[in-house]
């Protein structure tokens, strides 16, 4: 199992580095959001992790109806991008945009936008050695792509690939049983009790993670399960927890 951690777990990014060396992790998601946004190489190559970046979290929407909101918003995407050829990462994790309340009855139109915006990520990645991979999202008000099926379906049709994150499928509805696509290259972990994602640590919620984690082994799924935890102790339990039921 190649296990690793988030760096949402502490804003102190050289402390937490030290502390996923201590863990013997071999995998580390780096958040390029504030207050990390801009990414301190010489730090980061100081470590002999394999990075993957997770783009910006605060303020984006890649499917904006406001085009320069759009345009600042994929800058960021490709900037990011940009940063993981950089360091050497593999992958980076893209959200999907967002549908305001006042923007609810173009919600057609703005899913056809943010499959524009799939398109130009992916034409923009070609050729860098970096893979951008579309997370599925909780379920929240004017999240997109909450529906893994449908954002399944959208990724074949583009031949992109997806960041599965378990616990916002959860919320979302969907069962231990359905949670797998051979779309998968990367996947968030994390617990909750559905009705949040509250990203508790891994044997706190309800997921029976024990039945998603075999799923995707019989799977031969063969990517890197990063650990999303709140914060470093949260972290420590979710390690414990997989220690204690032999997946790692």
């Given at each position: 199992?190649?296990?690793?951690?988030?760096?949402?777990?502490?804003?102190?990014?050289?402390?937490?580095?030290?502390?996923?060396?201590?863990?013997?992790?071999?995998?580390?998601?780096?958040?390029?959001?504030?207050?990390?946004?801009?990414l301190?190489?010489?730090?980061?190559?100081?470590?002999?992790?394999?990075?993957?970046?997770?783009?910006?979290?605060?303020?984006?929407?890649?499917?904006?109806l406001?085009?320069?909101?759009?345009?600042?918003?994929?800058q960021?995407?490709?900037?990011?991008?940009?940063?993981?050829?950089?360091?050497?990462?593999?992958?980076?994790?893209?959200?999907?945009?967002?549908?305001?309340?006042?923007?609810?009855?173009?919600?057609?139109?703005?899913?056809?936008?943010?499959?524009?915006s799939?398109?130009?990520?992916?034409?923009?990645?070609?050729?860098?050695?970096?893979?951008?991979?579309?997370?599925?999202?909780?379920?929240?008000?004017?999240?997109?792509?909450?529906?893994?099926?449908?954002?399944?379906s959208?990724?074949?049709?583009?031949?992109?690939?997806?960041?599965?994150?378990?616990?916002?499928?959860?919320?979302?509805?969907?069962?231990?049983?359905?949670?797998?696509?051979?779309?998968?290259?990367?996947?968030?972990?994390?617990?909750?009790?559905?009705?949040?994602?509250?990203?508790?640590?891994?044997?706190?919620?309800?997921?029976?993670?024990?039945?998603?984690?075999?799923?995707?082994?019989?799977?031969?799924?063969?990517?890197?399960?990063?650990?999303?935890?709140?914060?470093?102790?949260?972290?420590?339990?979710?390690?414990?927890?997989?220690?204690?039921?032999?997946?790692?």
């Amino acid at each position: 199992m190649k296990i690793g951690a988030s760096t949402l777990a502490s804003t102190d990014l050289e402390k937490f580095l030290d502390y996923c060396v201590d863990l013997n992790l071999d995998f580390v998601e780096i958040v390029k959001s504030y207050p990390n946004h801009d990414l301190d190489f010489d730090l980061l190559k100081s470590y002999d992790f394999t990075y993957s970046v997770h783009s910006p979290l605060i303020d984006m929407n890649i499917c904006s109806l406001t085009r320069s909101i759009r345009e600042a918003s994929m800058q960021e995407l490709k900037d990011s991008i940009d940063d993981a050829a950089r360091l050497g990462a593999r992958n980076v994790v893209i959200h999907p945009g967002k549908v305001s309340f006042l923007g609810q009855p173009y919600k057609d139109h703005i899913y056809e936008i943010c499959v524009d915006s799939f398109k130009e990520i992916h034409y923009y990645s070609s050729g860098t050695g970096v893979m951008p991979l579309i997370e599925n999202m909780p379920m929240i008000p004017g999240f997109m792509y909450t529906d893994i099926n449908r954002l399944n379906s959208t990724l074949e049709n583009l031949d992109m690939f997806m960041t599965f994150d378990i616990g916002h499928a959860y919320t979302a509805g969907f069962s231990e049983n359905e949670m797998y696509s051979p779309r998968i290259k990367h996947i968030h972990l994390h617990d909750n009790k559905e009705d949040d994602d509250s990203h508790l640590p891994l044997g706190e919620g309800s997921i029976d993670l024990k039945q998603v984690l075999h799923l995707f082994d019989e799977k031969n799924y063969n990517g890197t399960y990063i650990i999303e935890a709140n914060n470093p102790e949260s972290l420590k339990i979710s390690l414990e927890y997989l220690k204690n039921n032999n997946f790692i």
